[in-house]
T-cell receptor, first 119, second 111 residues
Framework: SQTIHQWPATLVQPVGSPLSLECTVE??????LYWYRQAAGRGLQLLFYSVGIGQISSEVPQNLSASRPQDRQFILSSKKLLLSDSGFYLC??????????????????FGPGTRLTVL | KQEVTQIPAALSVPEGENLVLNCSFT??????LQWFRQDPGKGLTSLLLIQSSQREQTSGRLNASLDKSSGRSTLYIAASQPGDSATYLC??????????FGAGTTVTVRA
């Protein structure tokens, strides 16, 4: 079975400090990987997604970057955190699937999340 | 740009009552509509996925309907239980294969 891990679970960092959040997936190969941020009372905002090693697409220009050094490892980073970077960060994976009618049918599987507080 | 809205933002019902959660989306060109559950401080768990060609999908006490032409989906939870208390999010899979999420409906089922 597949599992997804995120760490750390919680993090409190001062403004201007660096950030590194890690996500790893087990039990599947060549997954699509995603980083989302969830602010209080708002929906999930897609930050980055990756369809393969070294292939990163950014959804929203910002203070963050992502890397995929291995097939099942996805890292979210920042050189200098801002107050506005506070939030709940979620990693997710999916493997594309299509119905017999050619309709996309896969869902995304989410990790437990990292609560980041920037002070 | 796909915008997904969920109303109400919060809902409180007594145990045993049926729940009706609403989701609307602005662009009907979607591949599927998904419902997720999120417990406080946790990640999301997939509940149901309705393909764009389907009208509804059922799993146990959960039933989700989809009306693409009107841009609406509804999640029904029959005979609610305290364990159903959580935030429920809907998400539309866009034609670029990315999910657009609503802000969620937080449900409290009172024992």
């Amino acid at each position: 079975s597949q599992t997804i891990h995120q760490w750390p679970a919680t993090l409190v960092q001062p403004v201007g400090s660096p950030l590194s959040l890690e996500c790893t997936v087990e039990g599947t190969s060549n997954p699509n990987l995603y980083w989302y941020r969830q602010a209080a009372g708002r929906g999930l905002q897609l930050l980055f997604y990756s369809v393969g090693i070294g292939q990163i697409s950014s959804e929203v220009p910002q203070n963050l970057s992502a890397s995929r050094p291995q097939d099942r490892q996805f890292i979210l980073s920042s050189k200098k955190l801002l107050l506005s970077d506070s939030g709940f960060y979620l990693c997710a994976w999916s493997v594309p699937k299509w119905s017999s009618g050619g309709i996309r049918t896969d869902t995304q599987y989410f990790g437990p999340g990292t609560r980041l507080t920037v002070l | 740009k796909q915008e997904v809205t969920q109303i109400p933002a919060a809902l409180s019902v007594p145990e045993g009552e049926n729940l009706v959660l609403n989701c609307s989306f602005t662009d009907s060109a979607i591949y599927n509509l998904q419902w997720f559950r999120q417990d406080p401080g946790k990640g999301l768990t997939s509940l149901l996925l309705i393909q764009s060609s389907q009208r509804e999908q059922t799993s146990g006490r959960l039933n989700a309907s989809l009306d693409k032409s009107s841009g609406r989906s509804t999640l029904y939870i029959a005979a609610s239980q305290p364990g159903d208390s959580a935030t429920y999010l809907c998400a539309a899979l866009r034609n670029d294969y990315k999910l657009s999420f609503g802000a969620g409906t937080t449900v409290t089922v009172r024992a």
